[in-house]
C-alpha cells in the first residue's frame, strides 16, 4: 500500500503566509506527472481543515497497514517553530522543533512536536521506502535526529522577519514563550536518533535558521520547495538526494537566500536517485 499526504497552510490567524498552497500543488503534480504516485494514493490537507486534530488523523491514516516494500512520503509547508517543554516538577527542560497547524495558538494542545513525529513513525518498518519533506522554520531537528541548536532571532540583524516579497515562516514567540525559551537553550538536549534508519528527511533549513516564503515572477512560494523543484526539474536520473539537495543549497544561495537545506537519515536511500527509491 503506497500512501503520500501532502499539507500546506497559507492562512495562520497569528501570521498568514502566501506560498505553502503553491507548494503542496507542486509537489502533488510533481509526484503523479512523474509517476510516483497515484492520484487515489495521494491525500491533501489544506489551510482551515489542516487543524492539529486533522493532520494527526491523517498521520495515522499514512503510518496504518503499511507493509515491507511500500512507500511513503509526507510534505508539510507552513509554519515552523521552537517550542519550550517542561518536564513532570513543571520545570524548563529544553527545546522542540514543531509544525504549526492551522489552529496553532502557542498552546500545548495546538502545536506537533518533533517526538509526535518520532513516536509516530517509528512504528515504520525499515523496509518501507519513506521520505519526508519540510519546508518550515526549524525544521532542521523535526526528524530528532541530531543536536539542536537556539535561533536568536530577535538578536539577529542579518535576517529580518519579513522583507520586500519575503517572509520567515515562523511566527514570532509571545513574550512568556520567549523567556521560556530562552531558558531551555542552556539545557544542550542531546537527541537520539531512532528514525535514522526508517526515512529520508529533506528540510528547508538548518534547526537553528528561519525559512523563507517569496516571491517568485508572479507567484509565491517556500524557497526551498521552489529550488527544490527547479532541481528536480533538470537533474539526470543519476543525480542522487544528497546532490540533489547540495544543488538546491547553491540556488538558494545564489538567489540571497541564508537558509540552507539538510538532508539525513538512511543513508542507503540518500545515496539514490529518487527513480530507484520508489520505483
Not at 506560498?19 to 504516485?37: H, P, Q, R, W
Not at 497547524?101 to 518520532?118: A, C, G, L, M, T
Not at 539577529?156 to 511566527?171: L, M, R, S, V
Not at 537553528?208 to 533538470?234: C, P, S
Request: aromatic share 14%; with cysteine; proline share 3%.
Amino acid at each position: 500500500m503506497n500512501k503520500a499526504l501532502i499539507i500546506g497552510i497559507n492562512d495562520y490567524t497569528l501570521s498568514p503566509l502566501k506560498g505553502c498552497i503553491n507548494d503542496m500543488t507542486a509537489i502533488a503534480s510533481y509526484l503523479i506527472d512523474n509517476k510516483v504516485f497515484k492520484e487515489n494514493e495521494i491525500r491533501l490537507l489544506a489551510n482551515n481543515r489542516a487543524t492539529t486534530y486533522a493532520i494527526k488523523q491523517r498521520l495515522e491514516w499514512l503510518v496504518a497497514d503499511i507493509q515491507e516494500g511500500d512507500k511513503l512520503f509526507f510534505y508539510f509547508s507552513g509554519h515552523g517553530a521552537q517550542f519550550p517543554s517542561r518536564n513532570k516538577y513543571g520545570e524548563v527542560d529544553g527545546l522542540d522543533e514543531v509544525i504549526c497547524p492551522y489552529d496553532f495558538d502557542w498552546s500545548s494542545e495546538k502545536v506537533i512536536r518533533d517526538n509526535y513525529f518520532v513516536k509516530t513513525f517509528a512504528r515504520i518498518s525499515k523496509d518501507v521506502r519513506f521520505i519526508w519533506i519540510s519546508d518550515s522554520c526549524h525544521s532542521g531537528d523535526l526528524s530528532d535526529t541530531s543536536p539542536y541548536y537556539f535561533y536568536k532571532y530577535r538578536k539577529n540583524k542579518e535576517e529580518p522577519y519579513e522583507t520586500d516579497g519575503q517572509k520567515a515562516k515562523f511566527i514570532p514567540q509571545p513574550i512568556d514563550i520567549f523567556w521560556r525559551t530562552m531558558t531551555a537553550e542552556k539545557e544542550k538536549i542531546q537527541r537520539e536518533n531512532p528514525l535514522t534508519e526508517k526515512v529520508v528527511y529533506l528540510s528547508a533549513c538548518r534547526s537553528n535558521q528561519i525559512a523563507r516564503d517569496a516571491k517568485f515572477g508572479e507567484i509565491y512560494h517556500g524557497a526551498f520547495t521552489y529550488f527544490l523543484m527547479e532541481v528536480l526539474k533538470n537533474s539526470s536520473k543519476d543525480d542522487n538526494l544528497g546532490k540533489i539537495i547540495y544543488n538546491a543549497r547553491k540556488l538558494l544561495n545564489k538567489n540571497g537566500f541564508k537558509q540552507i537545506p539538510q538532508v539525513e537519515g538512511n543513508k542507503t536511500l540518500i545515496e539514490k536517485t529518487i527513480d530507484n527509491i520508489f520505483n
